[in-house]
């Protein structure tokens, strides 16, 4: 079955610094998305992408989805102690299906 | 996006036992999921829940371990049969957004099996 490899695992970072992480497949997924999930809740939708190509930004956060379909990153700028919590891409073959995670990123923002 | 709640949002419970878990979606939709978390780890996709017929498991789950209702585009439960201290997990049900094909999460039921 399909795979997504995400990275890093886990980020320690101070508080005002800039992240990046991302996520690269096997094989072409349609839909990229990517989620956090804060301790005891449910994984939370931060952006959707739709095409190849597509930059999409939700205030501080901004994500690609790569032009070869296998790929896509998340950066979320200026950091700050709320961020802290599990990022997870996902993939998705078509629209509304099944849809495939990555293993997550833990962060850590130190104030 | 919809608005999705689970029941119960935690529970223990001693081996050789079942649990319901139930969700519930303020609009009708026509996918909902059910997901597993084991801690420390991502979600893996236990079943499709389709409504007015038998769910669609993915490999490595069963109907007789995980039966699974869905008797309308708004209600759906899971239960975990003959529970193990394995099936200690985050359950976490989802559906996807008739507007925008998306898919939204439920806050998750937190399982402990002793």
């Known amino acids: 079955g399909q795979q997504l490899n995400q990275s890093p695992q886990s980020m320690f970072i101070q508080e005002g610094e800039d992240v990046s992480m991302n996520c690269t497949s096997s094989s072409i997924f349609n839909t990229w998305l990517w989620y956090k999930q804060d301790p005891g809740e449910g994984p939370v939708l931060l952006i959707a992408?739709?095409?190849?190509?597509e930059l999409t930004s939700n205030g501080r956060l901004t994500a690609q989805f790569g032009i070869t379909r296998k790929d896509s990153f998340l950066n979320i700028s200026a950091s700050i102690p709320s961020d802290v919590g599990i990022y997870f891409c996902a993939g998705e073959e078509t629209s509304g299906s099944r849809l495939t995670f990555g293993e997550g990123t833990q962060l850590t923002v130190n104030p | 996006s919809a608005v999705i709640s689970q029941k119960p949002s935690r529970d223990i419970c001693q081996r050789g036992t079942s649990l319901t878990i139930q969700c519930q979606v303020d609009s009708q939709v026509t996918m909902m999921f059910w997901y597993r978390q084991q801690p420390g780890q991502s979600l893996t996709l236990i079943a499709t829940?389709?409504?007015?017929?038998?769910?669609?498991?993915e490999s490595g789950f069963v109907i007789d371990k995980f039966p699974i209702s869905r008797p309308n585009l708004t209600f759906s439960t899971l239960t975990v049969s003959n529970m193990s201290p394995e099936d200690s997990s985050i359950y976490l049900c989802?559906?996807?957004?008739?507007?925008?094909?998306?898919?939204?999460f439920g806050p998750g039921t937190r399982l402990t099996v002793l």
């Open positions: 989802s559906v996807v957004s008739a507007s925008t094909d998306t898919q939204y």
């Open positions: 992408l739709y095409k190849a190509g």
């Open positions: 829940a389709n409504q007015g017929s038998e769910a669609t498991y």
